[in-house]
């Protein structure tokens, strides 16, 4: 019998129900697991449809054509490797997320989803039926177990595959990125390997889908928990995986152990990936955004010019009366520094025929925050008008805690197609830009050195919709607002957690009134790159009539 087995593992970026441009992906990796002398190539979860699919794979005439196409990577693929990869299957009138293992040209295999996740972007309770608990499958001279994603997450799975036979784990995953969860994953996969005896590869996509980004970073373990190779984050690899058979059975060979980036530089990585591949899957190529001069929208430009190219990206200031001329300077100083288009349209005579429009209706009434958002929805009316004309992608610039707390125009300054900063909180805005000033990396676009000038960074944030506004007048400063609304929102905790944590009962009962009238604003606002595990949309799904508040 043969003591090595090679595996090709394939950490590609499918888009989802790009079908064909799936399988095209399967094949070229299938042939360069042939050309290397591959025993098995294996591909993520769900990959020739893509993942998160959503109630989109629901659809019999999708999932049907997502089978076909796997029957028909199996005869294209007969006199080649084994193939394992991920997609749904349908028998006996149920719906199963599967991993297919393909073998002489068909179907030989189908290891079920056991374990459904239902919880934070996931609601797989209510896409698929749950599979049995299942045993191993050979290919070649190797006994493999395939705990497919959420599977891995709970013991029975590994232990039921290692009782009736399995000689290691490959597991298939489609695990969104979110701060630091590498380190939750390998922490659960040390525990199914001590628990299993087993040598484990646990296999990851990559790639933006919707707020979601896959990170990749596909590692092996060796029984007692050791890294065996550990792939890039966040990039596509093909990679050949090598095993070998001793007397206590197979082991890992070791192999590259590829450094893992601080979260700093993943949450970066992950808002640049998940714009450019929103824009790219969608058909954009160009992406404009409003320019103010402050840390937001010049954090959201070198974003984009790190997506796709200060060619492809264009920043407009609109300027009001209210707007100062260190603001102009700072917008068009970020804007030369990124070397993007730059246009200038003032809309302080726009805002003036506004203002006489509703002059009669609005008679005897003082001017208040109406008039200040006038100037907030004109911006985005001009910003949809360029984006119409020029058929480019209007991106929005709320940071999470305006977003959390409403502090923003709806129709106005929310208008966009895309949030790259919609789940990154104003005090690592600031830090993510000093971080971007002192990294650059091969997969940004933009320059490097210093994009974001430190005028920008400093000052006092204000929205400038009136004379000497800045956001304090309206909200606790940023630090202490952050801290509160990582309590209520990120920790769903309640007020009296943040009296414990030092913060006034008050302050934190209006923070928290905030977020709650501000649900429906959450509701029409664009979609955003998912960095931590209670980003607003999926993660949160709070209703917009509500009168519950914590009276403790």
Known sequence: MANRFRITLAQLNPVVGDIQGNLDKALAASEQGREAGADLVAFPEMFITGYNTQDLVMKPVFHQAAMAAVQSLAAQCADGPAIAIGGPWTEDGKLFNAYLILKGGRIGTKVLKHHLPNETVFDEVRLYDAGPLGGPYSVGNSRIG????????HPD????LEETGAEFLLIPNGSP??????????????????????PLIYLNMVGGQDDQVFDGATFGLNPGGELAFRMPVFDEAVTHVDLERGDEGWRIVPAEVVPQPDEWEQDYRAMVQSLRDYMGKTGFKKALLGLSGGVDSALV?????????????????????????????????????LGVHYDYVPISDSRAAV???????FAGREADLTEENVQSRLRGLLLMAISNKFGEMLLTTGNKSEVAVGYATIYGDMNGGYNPIKDLYKTRVFETCRWRNANHRDWMMGPEGEVIRPSVIDKPPSAELREDQKDSDSLPDYPELDAILEILVDRDGSIADCEAAGFEADVARRVEHLIY????KRFQSAPGTRLTKRAFWLDRRYPIVNRWRDRS
């Open 517 to 520: 009238i501000s649900e429906y």
């Open 355 to 361: 203002t006489d429009t509703l002059a009669s209706l």
């Open 301 to 337: 430009a070198a974003i984009a010019v790190d997506a796709i190219g200060a060619e492809n990206v264009r920043c407009v200031m609109l300027p009001s009366e209210y707007t100062s001329q260190a603001s102009l300077d700072d917008a068009e100083a970020v804007a030369k520094a």
């Open 157 to 160: 799975v590994s232990e039921t």
């Open 146 to 153: 395939s705990p497919i994603c959420e599977d891995s997450w």
């Open 177 to 198: 990125y979110f701060r630091n969860k590498y380190d939750v994953r390998l922490n659960h996969m040390v525990a199914r390997v001590v628990e299993t005896g087993l």
